[in-house]
């Protein structure tokens, strides 16, 4: 279609120089003679075509446009739930070494969760054990548990996600989110089954934390998140 106005001004040039288009014996309107009507039919039709033509290119535009804000809209909420989920779990670590006294979530950043004293802190925190600041009802289990629950969550969330919506996704998020899921430490929680505890325990059995955590696993897994909120909080969510 992008092609008729190419076509109309080919034949009225063509019709213009083979055909006596003006007539300077006659005056007004029969000054143009035959092949001259044909030529400013032409030449008013490719006019009506373009404007129709650039209307309806920017009227599609607009509406891709749109389309693409409602769908950023969409991955931005829902990448957005999901890093709350899979963050919740270190937000309480925080509050849990930071004192105990609770702290809104908005306040604290990854910023502060990745400053070298909180994540000695939490490194060093046995996992294997109940939080002491604080309890949940219903019951949260240990840590480990809180971490399970929590980032399962959020990981199947974004699971789905990229199943439903990653053709359209950004090649930047669409790589985050697969490091996080692939390479992340504490993503295996969503992926494994949990550890049964036996009823009667071995004497010669490992004592819960005598094998602590891998060493910087916070940091990194802490920075991954941080890395898909900052893509998550820009206007390129969408291709």
Known sequence: MEYIPIFLAFGSALIAIIGNTWDKNESGLKKLTIPGRFTLALVVFALIYSFVSTYQQRENEQHIKLEKQKLGKIINLEISKSLNSIASPFRSLYIENNGGKYISDNNISFDLMLKKPMLEKA????????????FSVPDGGTWND?????????????????????????????????????????????????????????????????????????????EMLKKIKVLNDSETLVR
Not at 160 to 175: C, H, Q, T, W
């Open 123 to 134: 490194q060093n925190t046995c996992l294997e054990l109940r939080p002491k600041t604080f």
């Open 146 to 222: 809180i971490f399970r629950t929590h980032i399962t969550s959020g990981i199947n969330r974004l699971d789905r996600l990229v199943d439903r919506y990653g053709s359209s996704m950004s090649v930047d998020m669409l790589d985050a989110i697969n490091d996080l899921q692939v390479n992340g430490y504490f993503s295996w929680y969503a992926y494994s089954i949990p550890r049964r505890e036996s009823s009667s325990r071995s004497e010669n059995a490992i004592p819960p934390c005598a094998i602590g955590q891998a060493i910087g696993v916070h940091k990194v897994y802490l």
